[in-house]
């Protein structure tokens, strides 16, 4: 490299006063020497902007949100604040490790074509596994069922090295996300409808659609606790799922092929929904039904410009422009002058839930290469 990239890791905090204090230092030991840390506040009331004015004050920036625009607004919002030519977005609930940053950004910086990637992400609590999301890479299969290596549906495996070669993907989480700060913009950055939970493979997916690489670095390590926000029983997680997840398809697929995808799911996610009602989840349950009935609410509804709601109850009126398939507020994106045909690699071309469940295929490696893009 002739010249040091400019990387700004930007972690999101929203009432997490408790992994700041746990995880922060880890971050600022990083070793990388033109390295902006950014903490952007999504209106927190726990003190942690007062904690990292008083104790970080010349070794953090920080960018104050007025409330709570989730994980997609929030981070739009600050990013557009931040000059980098690398952008990390880091979970607050993550220990890094010596060196991290290295590998990841040479692995960039050797392929223009790479636009994201991600670390090996496994567990804080049980460091020899795996963590659920993200894991050693994201994949998708044939009906925008997300799946990661290492981590199929509830099964995470045992980190034995089997995954410890980097290459290509199709998602990388948003946990641990390394980004171009110009491919950022060119995708006008995270889709704000989704609020949270499959944005980062919504932003990948605009990405791959327009002939950008993902990445997985496996020379890079960090730890997440995961579920800091949000648990993984909480019915509104449910919602964002379901709901996010048919928005993926439907945005990113043909209008053919995403007309058959959407008319499966909505078979498949009853069968969940039944599920759930069988598990005495009923909230859960009613979380799908809601989901579907949000999803189908937005075909009528304007896409230029929209006074909403949000999701956390506040009403807040947003100016959107819909771009590339992103939706940011106040940002004008970048000229699209990429013009590559989409890339598929990392997509599978089979079924992972005829695979899991009915095959009984629980491990990434009992997939046959074969069946991926």
């Not at 398809?249 to 995808?261: D, E, P």
């Amino acid at each position: 490299m002739n010249r040091t990239p400019k990387v700004a890791v930007v972690i999101l905090n929203w009432n997490g006063l408790r992994f700041l204090q746990q995880f922060l230092p880890s971050v600022l030991q990083s070793t990388w020497p033109n390295l902006q840390v950014v903490v952007g506040d999504n209106g927190s009331t726990d003190g942690s902007v007062d904690f990292l004015k008083a104790r970080y004050a010349n070794e953090v920036t920080v960018l104050q949100n007025h409330q709570n625009y989730g994980y997609t607004g929030g981070y739009n919002r600050v990013i557009n604040q931040v000059d980098a030519d690398y952008y990390i977005l880091l979970n607050s609930d993550i220990e890094v490790t010596p060196g991290w940053i290295e590998p990841v950004i040479a692995l960039m910086e050797s392929d223009d074509q790479i636009a994201a990637a991600a670390p090996k992400i496994k567990s804080y609590n049980r460091k020899n596994y795996f963590e659920h999301a993200g894991a050693a890479g994201g994949f998708i299969d044939k009906l925008g069922y997300p799946f990661c290596r290492g981590r199929l549906f509830y099964e995470v495996e045992e980190d034995l090295g089997q995954y410890d070669e980097s290459g290509e993907i199709f998602w990388a989480s948003g946990a641990a996300l390394f980004i171009r700060s110009k491919c950022w913009h060119e995708v006008c950055g995270f889709d704000e409808r989704f609020f949270a939970h499959m944005e980062e493979i919504d932003l990948c997916w605009r990405l791959k659609n327009m002939g950008y690489k993902v990445m997985y670095c496996a020379q890079s390590a960090v730890y997440h606790v995961g579920g800091g926000t949000l648990n993984t029983e909480n019915p509104f997680k449910t919602y964002l799922n379901f709901r996010n997840n048919l928005w993926l398809i439907k945005k990113n697929m043909s209008a053919m092929r995403s007309t058959y995808v959407i008319g499966m799911r909505m078979w498949l996610d009853l069968l969940a929904l039944l599920r759930f009602v069988g598990e005495g989840k009923r909230k859960d349950a009613w979380a799908v039904s809601k989901a579907h009935q949000s999803f189908v609410r937005s075909f009528f509804k304007k896409s230029e410009v929209r006074s909403r709601k949000s999701e956390v109850g506040s009403e807040e009126a947003l100016t959107v422009r819909e771009l590339g398939g992103g939706i940011i507020s106040g940002h004008e994106p970048l000229t699209n002058n990429h013009q590559l045909s989409p890339n598929k690699s990392g997509l599978y071309k089979r079924s992972i839930v005829a695979d899991f469940f009915v095959k009984k295929k629980t491990r990434f490696t009992a997939l046959d290469p074969r069946d991926f893009h």
